[in-house]
């Protein structure tokens, strides 16, 4: 799996767009781009992926550059409970994509 | 979906005495996974199985640790004669495998294990 680079921490003012960035320049034409969050203390939570469109859930929404290289996690509003650790991961598609390969993510406070 | 579960949440031991861990998947995932978290790192992987079978073990799976999954549901993980180092938040995670990255993995609220 190709590896990402990743801000280790990030400040946010409580009610404002919180835009997380992620470079992955290695990474394959096969290979989804995954976010996930982590709040202390508690398992990892999934929030979006995709592969080469723009996505949006009711969580976030993922904005991945035309050449596939760097990504934006896009919190539109965020709140105190969107402190947390978050992971920018690549994952391949087919063969042997069973597991996640986790950095060390980023690290966003949301400030009151 | 009642989610991934994970017992007991919280394990203080001595060390060199046994422990294990148990964990639930999503009902019907076939896919199950171990991670090991440390302080201020990311989850490492450990294991995984698809069904009962444990198709790859991490080199941070020491001969101690053992992880089983009969009969393709439930898992456990057990370390045996537990060590100071072995102190982390022990994950599980389920997914299916359709066999693409469409396959989300979800991850448990985790083990905490503290070894002293």
């Known amino acids: 799996d190709a590896k990402t680079t990743q801000p280790p921490s990030m400040d946010c003012a409580e009610g404002r767009a919180a835009n997380l960035p992620c470079n992955h320049s290695?990474?394959?034409?096969?290979?989804?781009v995954y976010w996930y969050r982590q709040i202390h203390s508690q398992g990892p939570q999934y929030i979006i992926h995709?592969?080469?469109n723009n996505e949006t859930n009711e969580m976030a929404s993922l904005i991945i550059t035309e050449d596939r290289k760097s990504s934006t996690l896009i919190l539109p509003h965020a709140t105190l409970r969107d402190t947390a650790v978050y992971y920018c991961?690549?994952?391949?598609?087919?063969?042997?994509?069973?597991?996640?390969?986790f950095g060390k993510g980023t690290l966003l406070t949301v400030n009151p | 979906d009642t989610g991934v579960s994970q017992n007991p949440r919280h394990k203080i031991t001595k060390r060199g005495q046994n422990v294990t861990f148990r964990c639930d998947p999503i009902?019907?995932?076939?896919?199950l996974y171990w991670y090991r978290q440390t302080l201020g790192q990311g989850p490492e992987f450990l294991t995984y199985f698809q069904n009962e079978a444990q198709l790859e073990k991490s080199r941070l799976l020491s001969d101690r640790f053992s992880a089983e999954r009969p009969k393709g549901s439930f898992s456990t993980l057990e370390i045996q004669r537990t060590e100071q180092g072995d102190s982390a938040m022990y994950l599980c995670a389920s997914s299916l495998a359709q066999g693409t990255a469409r396959n989300t993995i979800y991850f448990g609220e985790g083990s905490w294990l503290t070894v002293v």
């Open positions: 290695t990474i394959s034409g096969n290979e989804y």
């Open positions: 995709g592969l080469k």
């Open positions: 009902s019907e995932h076939n896919r």
């Open positions: 991961i690549v994952r391949v598609l087919g063969g042997s994509n069973y597991k996640l390969t």
